[in-house]
């Protein structure tokens, strides 16, 4: 199967809380991470990505954390809003077919309660 | 919006049908890359074209393949359709180098594919 996983499936906050969304993979050899926001209907939108070599990431209300000893990602929304309520995937570097490709995981739906 | 457009938005297909579903990337965007999501999962890498070639592949029979034309339009063609086939095909476009993991793709919004 695949090699990133999400701890939990499904995620509800109140409005202006902070959301932690957390991933876990396997490959040790992946070097590369991407957070990914899928809203209904539409494609995955690229939210912030960080490479191994960086333990953390910020970006405008969002925070990626790397944890490479325990091989554990996770994205922190701060102040999330109705409008973050989507699916969140995150992603690894992979090698399919002999070419470095995403491997994503199975999502966490975020729902945002006003 | 990304910029990708992808039609048709929805197809119903009956099994051992052929489909061929269309993906418009923005202008300048060399590679392409093709994903099944089935319901509930992430997406799943299919291959990737680079300037009109096939630049990868994943864990896909034969059966699916694809296509890349000059004015940045792609095709996937799926053959001999099953029903595990049904899903929503995702492609995306970025602006680089083949295989430039790094390199930020665009999704396009997906055609759902269901095969009766």
């Known amino acids: 199967g695949e090699s990133v996983g999400l701890h939990l499936p499904t995620l509800s906050v109140q409005e202006g809380d902070n959301s932690i969304i957390n991933c876990a993979y396997s490959n040790s050899a992946s070097d590369y991470f991407i957070w990914y926001k899928q809203e209904s209907g539409k494609g995955p939108q690229f939210i912030i990505d960080i490479r191994s070599n960086m333990d953390k990431r910020q970006g405008q209300r969002v925070t990626v954390l790397l944890n490479k000893t325990v091989k554990h990602l996770s994205l922190q929304i701060a102040a999330t809003q109705p409008g973050d309520s989507a699916v969140y995937f995150c992603?690894?570097?992979?090698?399919?077919?002999?070419?470095?490709?995403?491997?994503f995981g199975k999502g966490t739906k975020l729902t945002v309660n006003p | 919006e990304t910029g990708v457009t992808q039609s048709p938005t929805h197809l119903i297909k009956t099994r051992g049908q052929q489909v061929t579903l269309r993906c418009s990337s923005q202008s300048g965007h060399n590679t392409v890359s093709w994903y099944q999501q089935a319901l509930g999962q992430g997406p799943q890498f299919i291959f990737q074209?680079?300037?009109?070639?096939?630049?990868g592949r994943g864990n896909f029979p034969p059966r699916f393949s694809g296509l890349q034309f000059p004015n940045y339009s792609s095709e996937l063609n799926v053959n001999a359709l099953e029903l595990d086939d049904s899903a929503l095909y995702l492609c995306a476009s970025s602006p680089g180098l083949a295989g430039a993991i790094t390199d930020t793709q665009y999704f396009g919004p997906g055609t759902r594919l269901t095969v009766l």
């Open positions: 992603a690894e570097n992979g090698v399919r077919g002999g070419s470095e490709k995403l491997v």
């Open positions: 074209y680079y300037r009109e070639e096939e630049n």
